[in-house]
């Protein structure tokens, strides 16, 4: 998860300002630094601490989030459930987050964000006692994640638009970067940490050790520094209100544009990543209760991670929307080798390089999209963001997951490997109007 604030840095920042700063910088002995780089973001106080507030939080979240399936995948062996319990987990991202987006701009995020991170620990605590009990009820198991992704679907467009409270537009970059950059490493250090818990004391522990770790996020809420913010007036009212962000996407020809491309990928070339246990267990013979196969978790979400930090270092000066057709080709070729691999040994390395080919598209497509943006409709527009990344996936989980026993898991791949190909294709980005 990522937390959004209003801070000091929420205010437009002047030329004379980000002079400022800069010479603050040089007195104190720092280096002179690149706008827009990494580097450039975690100079900012409010940035860093909501950052690593958030970096501790999604080390939980991604132990349960990996570790759910292979928990759904042992208590049924039923893939078909699997795909129904990512459907839980994602799937209300579809259908309430254009609610949590007008909530983001209407409403104090600070209090939205507090509440429901809390209420996500709580129903978190009861997952954990549904696994620790001797028969786990599927159904009461479905119905607490649900609850967890309703919590997560509606704080998530305030989450996703804490860059431009916490950094100056110029460093907005190396913000999305880093912002990608902890989501990824919390994929590695996530699993690493609680592979080894599911092993040896079962899937409970791990679901109260991320009930915890929500308690990191709301710390740096109540720390980073606020200030009052003055959303502009709406006026629609009533349903044309709540769905003004698919209203400005629609008149916007660039937006729309990378919400069809991150809905497509997502929906057909990302289901690999909620069917990791059946590709782990049918292509490459790894049991999904094992340190392995966290391990090849890890391994995706390490070479994730590398990639989304490229963007603001490696590739700082480089096209975003030249990365975005680069990657998804890169990515295509990737996901092909990886559907028709069948040894554990090389499909690791394999796998790093994929996750490394899918952030530097998901990074890149962020970062053009949040230049692009006016802060008046952040909000509503990460809510469709958010419906295009994580509301799309669970649906294509759920209809792969019923066809993969008459098709096989290698040609649900490969059939996301043609459509990442064919999006590349489609993905010219370059400015087509001005900001919405």
Not at 281 to 296: E, F, M, N, R, V
Not at 326 to 344: G, K, T, Y
Request: proline fraction near 6%; hydrophobic fraction near 55%.
């Amino acid at each position: 998860m990522t937390i959004d604030a209003e801070g000091p840095s929420s205010q437009r920042w002047t030329d004379e300002e980000v002079v400022e700063e800069t010479t603050d910088a040089l007195v104190d002995g720092d280096r002179s630094l690149t706008p827009g780089t990494a580097q450039a973001a975690l100079r900012h106080r409010d940035f860093r601490i909501v950052w690593s507030g958030t970096f501790g939080s999604n080390i939980g979240t991604w132990m349960q989030n990996v570790l759910l399936g292979a928990f759904a995948f042992k208590l049924t062996g039923d893939p078909g459930y699997v795909g129904l319990l990512v459907f839980a987990q994602l799937g209300p991202l579809l259908f309430l987050a254009p609610l949590g987006g007008l909530l983001a701009d209407v409403v104090d995020r600070r209090r939205l964000l507090i509440f429901m991170q809390l209420e996500q620990l709580v129903f978190s605590v009861v997952l954990a006692a549904l696994a620790a009990s001797s028969h786990p009820s599927e159904v009461f198991i479905f119905l607490c994640v649900f609850a967890i992704g309703i919590g997560n679907a509606l704080s998530a467009p305030a989450l996703g638009a804490i860059l431009p409270t916490l950094v100056p537009r110029e460093d907005l970059p190396g913000a999305v970067s880093l912002q990608s950059v902890q989501m990824n490493l919390s994929r590695v250090i996530g699993p690493a940490i609680g592979a080894p818990l599911y092993a040896l004391f079962g899937a409970a522990p791990v679901f109260l050790v991320n009930a915890a770790t929500y308690l990191f996020a709301v710390v740096a809420l109540i720390v980073a520094r606020y200030s009052a913010r003055n959303p502009q007036p709406m006026m629609e009212r009533g349903l044309a209100r709540l769905l003004s962000g698919f209203r400005i996407a629609a008149a916007d020809p660039l937006i729309r544009r990378i919400l069809i491309i991150l809905a497509s990928f997502s929906f057909f070339s990302l289901v690999f990543i909620g069917l990791m246990p059946v590709v782990a267990a049918h292509s490459l013979g790894i049991d999904p209760k094992s340190t392995q196969y966290g391990l090849l978790y890890a391994a995706f979400g390490f070479g994730a991670a590398l990639g989304a930090v490229s963007v603001g270092t490696l590739f700082a000066s480089r096209s975003k929307p030249m990365l975005v057709r680069v990657a998804l080709v890169a990515f295509a070729a990737l996901l092909a080798l990886f559907a028709l691999e069948r040894h554990a040994s090389v499909a690791y390395p394999t796998v790093i390089v994929l996750g490394f080919a899918y952030f530097v598209v998901i990074t890149s497509l962020s970062t053009v999209l949040q230049q692009h943006l006016d802060d008046a409709v952040r909000g509503r527009i990460m809510a469709l963001w958010i419906m295009a990344f994580g509301g799309t996936v669970p649906i294509g989980v759920v209809l792969a997951g019923f066809v993969v026993d008459p098709i096989g898991i290698t040609t649900v791949l490969l059939l996301g490997s043609a459509v990442a190909l064919a999006l590349a294709l489609y993905a010219k980005l370059e400015p087509l109007g001005a900001p919405a």
